[in-house]
């Protein structure tokens, strides 16, 4: 129905991007604002983030015929479009939620319980962007013993922030 294209703050050091919009995010034409968007709203104030200090978006800014992941085609389609958008936020740090974003913006095949909990580096216009692949708040609602694993991931992230004056 809509294009989902972002929310929150697009001069935000941090930048969260998640796989493809759901059906709530396509009827609203906005990220994360289904059940998994307001865990993740809950994950970010843990933290002392929300979606005045963060940018959110998607590898894709459609939702997928049957909410299926998306195809190699689609996540080709859309890519040079991501990369321009990270180019032109400029965040200080990245966030890839979930499988599809990690191992799309990282250009990795391992799955996201492999990639996660660790800084990789991601580049764009020649420089060096620090990158933390997380578990999707999706699956965590699916799998909740995961949430000690997103937990450290996003203290990790509270601790980079600091680390780097970054918010």
């Known amino acids: 129905m809509n294009t989902v294209f972002a929310d929150g703050n697009p001069q935000a050091q941090v ?24 865990l993740l709203d809950r994950m970010l104030a843990q933290i002392g983030l929300d979606r005045s200090t963060v940018y959110i978006s998607n590898i894709l800014p459609w939702r997928p015929p049957g909410n299926r992941s998306p195809t190699q085609a689609e996540i080709a389609a859309c890519l040079p479009f991501l990369e321009r958008h990270v180019e032109l936020v400029q965040p200080k740090l990245l966030v890839a939620l979930g499988g599809v974003s990690a191992k799309t913006l990282l250009n990795r095949a391992e799955g996201i319980t492999r990639l996660r909990g660790q800084w990789r580096s991601y580049e764009v216009t020649g420089k060096s962007v620090p990158l933390m692949p997380m578990l999707h708040p999706a699956y965590l609602l699916r799998n909740p013993i995961a949430k000690r694993e997103a937990w450290r991931d996003m203290l990790a992230l509270q601790q980079k922030i600091a680390e780097d004056g970054t918010k």
Request: glycine letters at 20%.
């Open 15 to 38: 930048m969260l991007i998640g796989e493809a919009p759901g059906e709530d995010e396509d009827r609203q034409g906005k990220p994360f604002v289904g059940v998994s968007g307001k």
